[in-house]
Nanobody, 125 residues
Framework: QVQLVESGGGLVQDGRSLRLSCAAS????????MGWFRQAPGKEREFVAGFRWSGGSTRYSDSVKGRFTISRDNAKNTVYLKMNSLKPEDTAVYYC??????????????????WGQGTQVTVSS
């Protein structure tokens, strides 16, 4: 079983940056797909970014492409989401997710098996 713990959220002003972390434990993630999702009040959970831990393509939603970067630290078993040029519309609870199969990065939250508790990101205008 994989446990995921997010951290790094907070309140920032429009145009500033934040880096979220997702610490994974319980199992090696070598064959996992990892994803970041977010959910704003009254909206569905949406895909933000994802990659396959063992390598391959990285995928971003159109709304964050060019501003957000997903990365990992193998030694720390940690996934990061660096968020630059934040906008008020980026305000949401951000979740880390893991999927123990697949070659292609998928974007539906229903395809991910393991989730963290979420971390709040609020961008003020």
């Amino acid at each position: 079983q994989v446990q995921l713990v997010e951290s790094g959220g907070g309140l920032v002003q429009d145009g500033r940056s934040l880096r979220l972390s997702c610490a994974a434990s319980g199992r090696t993630l070598a064959n996992y797909n990892m994803g970041w999702f977010r959910q704003a009040p009254g909206k569905e959970r949406e895909f933000v970014a994802g990659f396959r831990w063992s390598g391959g393509s990285t995928r971003y939603s159109d709304s964050v492409k060019g501003r957000f970067t997903i990365s990992r630290d193998n030694a720390k078993n940690t996934v990061y989401l660096k968020m630059n040029s934040l906008k008020p519309e980026d305000t949401a609870v951000y979740y880390c997710a893991a999927r123990p199969r697949g070659i292609v990065v998928v974007t539906s939250p229903h395809d991910y098996d393991h989730w963290g508790q979420g971390t709040q990101v609020t961008v003020s205008s």
